[in-house]
C-alpha cells in the first residue's frame, strides 16, 4: 500500500491544443478528439493508486461520451497511463459531425464493472494497522466539438477529506494512542446527480493514523481518512490511551461535510484534576476546499506555456464593485448551484452573490448568498435558490464586493446550474473565445484576465 497523494485536478492529455484553436469537418475527413486538464497534488498518509503529481503507470480512467449527434465512441472507454504518467487509448477518437459532445470521466476506472453508468458502491479499506479510509473518487465532466475539439476535463473530489492532529499536554503519553472519527463508512456514487450517498444506519468509529505534533502552527503533519460527504452530530472525534477501556470524545452539535472539502480537527489533550490516568481534550475545526494551489496553463512539447483566460474583477476602492452576468433568457424558479475555480490579489470576504429582477412593473427582488476568495486558487461553491414567486423574473445575476482598485479577483471555469438539470446558464463559462461577453458592471471593472 502506498502513500496518497490527493489528486485535485488529473491531466487527461493526448494532444496538446491552443484554447483558441477552432476547427471544422471537412471533406468528410473526422476530427481528433484532444483532452487535456491540469495535474497537482500533495502529501497525504491515507492509500490510494495515484502517486506523485501524475498517473502511475497502469492507472486507468474510464470515459463516457453523449451527443445529440453521432458520439465519438458508445459506451464506457478507458484510457490508461504510461511510464511518463501520461493518459493515452488504444483507440483513436474522433467527431463525427458538428454536434457538440458531453463527456465524463471517472478515476479509478476499476470501480465501474460494467459499461454504463450505474451507481457505484463504494467501500471502506483497510490497512495492516487497522486504520481506514473510504475509496477515494474523483469525477470530471467536460464539452468538445469538431469546431472546439480539445476537452478539458477537471476533476473533482467527490468525497470528503478528514485531517486529525494531536498536540500531547504535559506529562500526558500518548504512546500506543488510537484516534477514531465516527461516521457513515460507505457510500454510494450515482452518476444522476455526480455525487456520494453515505451508507450505514448508524455511524461507526473509523480509525485514523495517530500524528502526534508539538504544536497547530504550520503543520502539514496529520492523520487522514476519507468519508462520504454527510452530516456529523454527537460524538464525532474520540482518541483512546493505551491501556484504557473507553474512548474519549469530542461532541459537536452539527458538523455539515460537503463533499471536495478537507475538514481539520486540532486535539488539544491536558490532564485534568480527576486522576493521573485522565485526561480532558479540546478541539477546533475547520473547513477549506480540499485542492492545493492549482497548476495553471497548458505545456506544448518545448516547454511554451499558453495562458488561460479568465473573467478580472477589478475593485472599486469606497465603492461596491457589481459585476452581473446578464443571460440570452430568463431564470426559472429553483435550487441552483455556481461553481468557479476563483483567486484574488488579496483576501475577499463579506462579498454577495445576487439574483435580481428587472421587472419595473413588479419591483425588484432579489436572492442570493455570499461570496468570497482567497490568494491561493480554490474551488467556489454555493446554492441560491428562485422562490416561485419570481420564476422567469431573473435575467441576471451579480458578483458584488469590496476591494481596492489595485485589488483583482480572477474567475474561470463557471457554471451556473439548476438542480436535476445539465444547462449551464453561464454561455461563456470558460472565457476561451477571448472575450467577456454576458459580463458587465457600474463602474469599467470587468476585463479578460490571463493566468
Known amino acids: 500500500m502506498k502513500n496518497l497523494t490527493y489528486i485535485f485536478v488529473a491531466t487527461l492529455f493526448m494532444v496538446a491544443c491552443n484554447n483558441e484553436e477552432i476547427s471544422s469537418l471537412q471533406d468528410g475527413k473526422n476530427l481528433e478528439v484532444k483532452f487535456t486538464s491540469n495535474l497537482t497534488g500533495y502529501d497525504s498518509q491515507v492509500v490510494s493508486r495515484v502517486n506523485g503529481t501524475s498517473f502511475e503507470n497502469g492507472d486507468d480512467v474510464a470515459i463516457w461520451a453523449s451527443s445529440a449527434g453521432i458520439a465519438p465512441f458508445k459506451g464506457k472507454q478507458v484510457l490508461t497511463a504510461g511510464a511518463d504518467g501520461k493518459l493515452s487509448s488504444t483507440e483513436t477518437f474522433t467527431y463525427k459531425d458538428n454536434n457538440e459532445v ?141 491501556g484504557e477501556a473507553t474512548t474519549k470524545y469530542l461532541t459537536y452539535s452539527k458538523i455539515e461535510l460537503k463533499e471536495g472539502f478537507r475538514y481539520c480537527f486540532h486535539i488539544d489533550t491536558r490532564k485534568n484534576d480527576v486522576g493521573e490516568t485522565e485526561i480532558s481534550i479540546a478541539s477546533t475545526v475547520s473547513e477549506e476546499p480540499w485542492i492545493s494551489d492549482v497548476t495553471v496553463g497548458e505545456v506544448e512539447v518545448g516547454e511554451v506555456q499558453i495562458l488561460n483566460k479568465c473573467l478580472k474583477l477589478t475593485g472599486s476602492g469606497t465603492n461596491q464593485t457589481q459585476a452581473f ?127
Open 102 to 242: 458531453s463527456f465524463s470521466a471517472l478515476y479509478p476506472a476499476s470501480l465501474c464493472d460494467g459499461t454504463d453508468q450505474s451507481d457505484i458502491t463504494l467501500t471502506t479499506q483497510t490497512d495492516d494497522n487497522g486504520h481506514q479510509t473510504l475509496q477515494d473518487l474523483l469525477y470530471a465532466t467536460g464539452k468538445g466539438s469538431a469546431g472546439k475539439p480539445t476537452v478539458k476535463l477537471p476533476f473533482y473530489h467527490k468525497g470528503v477529506k478528514i485531517d486529525v492532529a494531536v498536540k500531547q499536554g504535559d506529562g500526558i503519553s500518548l504512546e500506543g494512542a488510537e484516534v477514531f472519527v465516527k461516521a457513515k463508512s460507505g457510500g454510494v456514487f450515482s452518476f444522476a446527480n455526480s455525487s456520494i450517498t453515505p451508507t450505514g444506519a448508524e455511524a461507526t468509529d473509523i480509525k485514523i493514523p495517530l500524528a502526534v505534533v508539538p504544536d497547530f502552527t504550520n503543520n502539514v503533519n496529520y492523520g487522514s481518512t476519507i468519508v462520504a460527504p454527510q452530516t456529523l452530530e454527537g460524538e464525532c472525534i474520540g482518541i483512546k490511551l493505551q
Open 325 to 451: 452576468y446578464q443571460i440570452s433568457g430568463t431564470f426559472p424558479s429553483g435550487t441552483y448551484t455556481f461553481s468557479c475555480k476563483v483567486k484574488s490579489s488579496t483576501e475577499i470576504t463579506g462579498g454577495n452573490l445576487y439574483f435580481q429582477t428587472t421587472n419595473w412593473e413588479d419591483g425588484q427582488d432579489g436572492e442570493g448568498n455570499v461570496f468570497s476568495s482567497s490568494t491561493s486558487w480554490s474551488i467556489f461553491r454555493k446554492e441560491l435558490t428562485i422562490q416561485e414567486k419570481n420564476n422567469d423574473k431573473f435575467v441576471r445575476f451579480f458578483i458584488q464586493f469590496n476591494a481596492n482598485p489595485e485589488d483583482y479577483i480572477l474567475i474561470d471555469d463557471m457554471s451556473l446550474t439548476r438542480a436535476g438539470e445539465e444547462k449551464n446558464y453561464i454561455e461563456n463559462s470558460d472565457f476561451s473565445d477571448g472575450t467577456t461577453k454576458g459580463w458587465d458592471s457600474y463602474g469599467n471593472n470587468v476585463s479578460l484576465g490571463e493566468y
